[in-house]
């Protein structure tokens, strides 16, 4: 028996609600800021700099179950879709989840960056990718410009990556 076609009302095809990324980026920027400065102060104390790691590796694991989930199974986008979401106004528009999955897989490459440099060359290597994470959260949260999204639809123009869904030639 073969499962029955998508419609307008599956989740697939309807789209995420596009504050729901931007609340998750805004966690995500909080997050980063803390390891930021966990990590600047394990530049004079190694258990400031053990903490900064855990914490980098628990981002690291959020990003990486978002991306192979999608966001819309992100734990902290389900906070907003049950919490926040019901106390606002329907979204004018909805907004395709696979850009901002995309973006998640993003996020994990830099916080492993960041973690793989840090055995090398110590804290400073996760005050480094950790700016990088916050810079590009804080974009998202604050003013809806998604870096790895921007990132994703290059990748899909220079036909380096096809959309989901598209037709194999």
Request: proline share 9%.
């Amino acid at each position: 028996m073969t499962a029955p076609a998508p419609t307008s009302t599956t989740p697939a095809t309807r789209g995420i609600d596009p504050r729901g990324p931007r609340f998750v980026a805004g966690i995500v920027a909080i997050k980063f800021l803390v390891v930021i400065a966990l990590a600047l102060l394990g530049l004079d104390s190694p258990g400031f700099a053990i903490a900064a790691l855990v914490l980098a590796s628990y981002n690291a694991a959020i990003f990486l179950f978002a991306a192979i989930a999608g966001v819309p199974r992100h734990p902290y986008g389900l906070i907003f879709k049950k919490i926040i979401r019901p106390r606002l106004k329907p979204p004018t528009e909805l907004e395709d989840p696979t850009p901002p999955t995309f973006a998640q897989g993003v996020g994990f490459v830099v916080t492993i960056v960041g973690i793989l440099l840090f055995i090398a060359f110590g804290s400073i290597a996760l005050v480094i990718a950790g700016a990088a994470a916050f810079v590009a959260a804080f974009l998202n949260s604050v003013f809806a410009f998604c870096l790895g999204c921007q990132i994703y639809l290059l990748l899909v123009r220079a036909r380096i990556i096809r959309p989901k869904g598209a037709a194999l030639a």
